[in-house]
């Protein structure tokens, strides 16, 4: 069975700094992961995902995430975070046996402060 | 990228009557497409695969009567929540996925917030 597991619940930065939001996975197969962020009463908007290739992908808003197979991770980061970054970002994973669900971490709270 | 989009976007029903979200895959052709459900601060959980053409399949614990899952062409969906209670307020999402022509990215629509009064 697919899992993902965002240990953060909170993650808390000031504007500039460089962000870190966490994500590990566990699939059968070759992963296809996946970054989502949600804001208030809205739906999810895409950010990125690794497929195949490159490890290191770039998403939208200058965010960028690490696949790393060892250690079955998928940070996400950004150099810079902004106020407007804050919000409720998602990992999610499915495998790569066609048309699959995926499936969500709990969700990660990023809140930038000024 | 591609859009999803989900109608109504805010519904408030009374208890015991029906209530109908529509997912449409605007510019592109979607075989399946699957519906969350979410509850306040908590992540999303899947509750059926939409397939056009063909019976939803649904997650263990969904009341497949209680959750109509229609998906009659390549690009709508439709949820059913038949006799609403209070306890089916929620958010529902949908979501859908091009294909490989797209990277196999999945888009989400913008969800319905669902109140049973």
């Known amino acids: 069975a697919q899992s993902v597991a965002q240990p953060e619940d909170q993650v808390n930065v000031a504007e500039g700094n460089p962000l870190t939001v966490k994500c590990t996975y566990s699939?059968?197969?070759?992963?296809?992961l996946f970054w989502y962020v949600q804001y208030p009463n809205r739906g999810l908007q895409f950010l990125l995902k690794y497929i195949t290739g490159d490890n290191l992908v770039k998403g939208s808003y200058g965010f960028e995430a690490e696949f790393n197979k060892s250690q079955t991770s998928f940070h996400l980061k950004k150099p810079s975070a902004l106020v407007s970054d804050s919000a409720l970002y998602f990992c999610?994973?499915?495998?790569?046996?066609?048309?699959?669900?995926?499936?969500f971490g709990k969700g990660t709270r990023l809140s930038v402060i000024a | 990228g591609a859009v999803v989009s989900q109608h109504p976007s805010w519904v408030i029903c009374k208890s015991g009557t029906s209530v109908k979200i529509e997912c449409r895959s605007l510019d592109f052709q979607a075989t399946t497409m699957f519906w969350y459900r979410q509850f306040p601060k908590q992540s999303l959980m899947l509750m059926a695969t939409?397939?056009?053409?063909?019976?939803?399949?649904?997650e263990q614990g969904v009341e497949k009567d209680k959750f109509l899952i229609n998906h009659a062409s390549l690009t709508l969906s439709t949820l059913t929540v038949t006799s609403a209670h209070p306890e089916d307020s929620s958010f529902y999402i949908c979501?859908?996925?091009?294909?490989?022509?797209?990277?196999?990215?999945?888009?989400f629509g913008e969800g319905s917030w669902l109140t049973v009064v």
């Open positions: 699939v059968s197969g070759n992963p296809y």
């Open positions: 999610a994973v499915r495998d790569d046996r066609g048309n699959t669900p995926l499936v």
């Open positions: 979501s859908a996925s091009p294909g490989a022509s797209a990277g196999n990215t999945i888009y």
């Open positions: 939409s397939n056009e053409g063909s019976k939803a399949t649904y």
